[in-house]
């Protein structure tokens, strides 16, 4: 199955353990992905390319990612990232979710930051 899924930040919030203490927790809207293209290269194992799925249309789709998502048949996604793939393999087309997951396990989380440039020479400081 492919190991990885796309998510986003949707914001912050707290949980109180029985004891007071408090956790902060970070909320992610995990999926759904679409698949949207495989690529098994000889040297190197399979991969999918998924997309995320969001609730408003994409506007701006350039024509060649419109021939890309219509040769998929899939809707046109904003974020694209690719994954490997183990033995069993989705199909084009298909839906991933977080059910890819088992409860209590442990995953790997990676975010990108969006830069607001450079913080130096602001406010007269350097």
């Keep these: 199955m492919i190991q990885g899924i796309i998510g986003k930040k949707i914001g912050m919030t707290q949980l109180f353990t029985d004891d007071g203490r408090v956790i902060p927790v970070t909320m992610i809207q ?3 992905c679409l698949v949207v293209q495989k690529k098994n290269i000889a040297r190197q194992r399979a991969k999918a390319q998924l997309g995320f799925v969001e609730p408003r249309p994409v506007k701006h789709v350039t024509k060649p990612q419109k021939g890309h998502f219509e040769k998929a048949k899939v809707p046109p996604t904003r974020r694209l990232h690719e994954f490997m793939l183990a033995e069993d393999e989705p199909g084009v087309g298909d839906t991933v979710s ?3 997951f088992s409860e209590n396990e442990i995953v790997n989380v990676r975010g990108q ?3 607001f440039g450079s913080m130096v020479g602001r406010n007269g400081s350097t």
């Design 113 to 115: 930051v969006i830069g």
């Design 98 to 100: 977080v059910d890819i």
């Design 30 to 32: 995990a999926g759904p």
